[in-house]
């Protein structure tokens, strides 16, 4: 049945149908929604584990850096996990910043990137000694260097350069790489910045970064990138910097559809582990979605079916505001039966309950044909699932549970009607 492939020890699921209900690890997901309710996401602690492990093992032979991005999951139980495992954090905001050191990741393994990063939160991330800023402009190098200087520190950089690679395969917004994106720095005006951060005030250059995109299946690409990388710090070499890092970003793709593979991590670090090597740098990655993308589902109750033009529609009690991927990225997810009955299946749309066209989970997708009150489990959703996720349309946030081996622990209550009301109430709406 199962037929993702990744490297041989990731292949293994944590979401398999005993007894005739879906598990998450050892935990029926049906005790999950009797005790939570839907729509309920789930993640499952050891796929994590299992994860960062493998990328660990991979990159074992050089100096190395796992600075998870927050990003793609930024529950604190996900980062207390990563915590736990040693890892590092990639964060894009003075939020992300907070989460991950109330989570207990150290500052000194913790990397800044955003195009657009404000003094507040320059000065605040200088404050707790991050790692280094991945610096995205020139712009942004001159106002690091105006905080740090105010604040009689100093900054350590690495500037993000934009190696003019493409990440063919992934969708439009998810690349991030090609000399147009709004990302990174022209990789031929990157010397010429780097020399002049060596001459600024309260700048420490560290490194050298770059991330290309996003979901990338091929490896090709970041050995290509790398290479650009390496040759610049060659020049920055030459020029009298002493770079000790380089950064490849995160963008390591994984199985969604059933057929599909993920990325080969025996490939990846062939094909970045022994150029790094040679040069003595230590390697930065920031995964997001490889290390907790397959350990999230997403529990969601048919509400009604209908038909339609000729059609069949599933109406779950999950929407886009739940789930953006499928409207945004037209991101594919898989999608079973939580109890399985073996019935016909037939061709769907599965739909959210959300005033929108683009609200669906899966179009035309053939799948066991499924009753009112029945539940359904969409799969690969712990990465940019509950990130991304809005009250549009007023429906409170979904909740959020952690399950490791047979334990299952929430990690974020269902959002409630006074949640959603809570920032404007100094309003007097009553008194009118
Ligand atoms: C989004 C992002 C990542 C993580 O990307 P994944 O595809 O989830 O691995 C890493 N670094 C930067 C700079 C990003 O913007």
């Known amino acids: 049945m199962q037929t993702t492939s990744e490297s041989p020890q990731l292949s293994s699921t944590p979401f398999e149908v005993r007894d005739g209900v879906l598990h998450c690890e050892d935990v029926p997901a049906t005790e999950l929604v009797r005790r939570w309710g839907t729509p309920l996401y789930v993640y499952a602690l050891n796929e994590i584990r299992k994860r960062y492990r493998a990328l660990e093992e991979a990159l074992a032979p050089v100096p190395h850096l796992i600075a998870y991005a927050v990003k793609a999951n930024g529950n604190l139980a996900i980062l207390r996990t990563m915590q736990e495992m040693g890892a590092g954090a ?27 990063k404000t003094v507040h939160e320059i000065g605040a991330a200088l404050k707790e000694g991050i790692y280094a800023f991945n610096v995205e402009s020139e712009g942004e190098l001159h106002a690091i260097s105006d905080v740090a200087t105010a604040m009689g520190t100093t900054a350590n ?26 990302f990174g720095i022209d990789i031929n005006r990157a010397r010429d910045i780097y020399r002049k951060a060596a001459r600024m005030q309260g700048i420490r250059v560290r490194g050298v970064d770059t991330h290309i995109g996003s979901q990338i299946l091929d490896v090709k690409p970041f050995q290509t990138a790398l290479e650009r990388l390496l040759t610049l710090v060659d020049d ?43 040069t003595g740098l230590r390697l930065v990655v ?43 990225y037209a991101g594919y997810h898989e999608i079973v039966p939580v109890e399985p009955q073996g019935r016909e299946p037939l061709e769907v749309d599965v739909v959210g309950p959300i005033c929108e ?8 997708r053939r799948l066991e044909s499924t009753k009112a009150g029945e539940l359904l489990a969409v799969k690969t959703v712990g990465a940019y699932g509950f990130a ?8 409170p946030r979904a909740a959020e ?28 709406l009553l008194d009118g």
């Open 286 to 328: 920031e995964p997001g979605r490889f290390l907790v993308g397959p350990a999230g589902l997403l529990l969601t109750r048919v509400l009604y079916t209908k038909q339609g033009g000729g059609k069949d529609f599933v109406i779950a009690d999950a929407g886009m505001n739940d789930l953006m991927r499928p409207s945004h």
């Open 357 to 364: 066209t683009g609200d669906f989970l899966a179009r035309a």
């Open 157 to 182: 950089v690495a500037l993000r350069v934009n190696p003019d690679v493409h990440a063919s395969g992934t969708h439009e917004y998810m690349r991030t790489g090609h000399a147009t994106a709004k």
């Open 236 to 278: 920055l070499r030459s020029d009298g910097m002493e770079p000790e890092f380089v950064d490849l970003g995160g963008g390591i793709g994984i199985p969604y559809g059933e057929d599909e593979s993920g990325i080969d991590l025996r490939s990846f670090a062939d094909a970045v582990v022994p150029a790094i090597r040679e």
């Open 401 to 428: 549970v952690v399950v490791d081996g047979g334990e299952a622990t929430l990690a974020r209550r269902r959002e409630t009607l006074d949640d959603l009301v809570a920032a404007e109430s100094e309003v007097e």
């Open 388 to 395: 991304m996720s809005s009250v549009y349309n007023q429906r």
């Open 90 to 116: 990639d964060i894009v905001s003075h939020g992300e910043m907070h989460r991950a050191r109330l989570a207990g990741i150290p500052a000194d393994r913790i990397v800044f990137s955003g195009v657009g």
